[in-house]
């Protein structure tokens, strides 16, 4: 069955880089997602990349794949007290519904 | 683009009273929309799948007659929660894509109180 981990919390000081981890259990993901609640919000998509790629950068996010692992990041660079909310990875399968991790809390001090 | 607009953002019913939820896709033709509960502090939980023109699919544990899913067309998703209890409160929240295989794109979510 599938199964996505994250970890539930992550303090960082502005500025600094953040990294938030994702594992998932189903080799035949084909994409990999990357969702951002803010509190009382729904889920914004911040990036995702296909299965065979190995990493995606978008300005300030980089996402890095390792199939091998199962194992996804989402790096922020410069982190922003406004990018403290709650980051959920998800996987999709053969462009079905999606599985969401747990989601991971990051909290940016300044 | 890919813009999911939910409606209302919040509502506050008395129990046994029915509440209806719209989900649009403004911007984009949606074949498929789910919706999803999270209660506080926790991951979303899919309830249904809803395909434009048939009926939903329901995930298992999430009573049909009690979460009756309308999605009558390319750009429309309806929740109706009937005959709401206290427990059913909750965030609710939809998502829609054009095809199978693209992104899912949410609305902004509804929360739903019953007193």
């Known amino acids: 069955g599938e199964d996505v981990e994250q970890s539930l919390f992550l303090s960082v000081r502005e500025g600094d880089s953040s990294v938030i981890n994702c594992t998932y259990t189903d080799s035949s993901s084909t994409y990999l997602y990357w969702y951002k609640q803010e509190p009382g919000a729904g889920l914004q998509l911040l990036t995702y990349?296909?299965?065979?790629?190995d990493m995606k950068q978008d300005q300030r996010l980089t996402v890095l794949l390792n199939k091998k692992d199962k194992h996804l990041s989402l790096r922020i660079a410069d982190t922003q007290t406004g990018d403290s909310a709650i980051y959920f990875c998800a996987e999709s399968i053969a462009g079905n519904m999606l599985t969401f991790g747990g989601g991971t809390r990051l909290m940016v001090k300044p | 683009g890919a813009v999911v607009s939910q409606h209302p953002s919040w509502v506050i019913c008395k129990s046994g009273t029915s509440v209806k939820i719209e989900c649009r896709s403004l911007d984009f033709q949606a074949t498929t929309m789910f919706w999803y509960r999270q209660f506080p502090k926790q991951s979303l939980m899919l309830m249904a799948t809803?395909?434009?023109?048939?009926?939903?699919?329901?995930e298992q544990g999430v009573e049909k007659d009690k979460f009756l899913i309308n999605h009558a067309s390319l750009t429309l998703s309806t929740l109706t929660v009937t005959s709401a209890h206290p427990e059913d409160s909750s965030f609710y929240i939809c998502?829609?894509?054009?095809?199978?295989?693209?992104?899912?794109?949410f609305g902004n979510g509804t929360r739903l109180t019953v007193t």
């Open positions: 998502s829609a894509r054009r095809v199978a295989g693209s992104p899912l794109h």
């Open positions: 809803s395909n434009e023109g048939s009926k939903a699919t329901y």
């Open positions: 990349i296909f299965s065979n790629m």
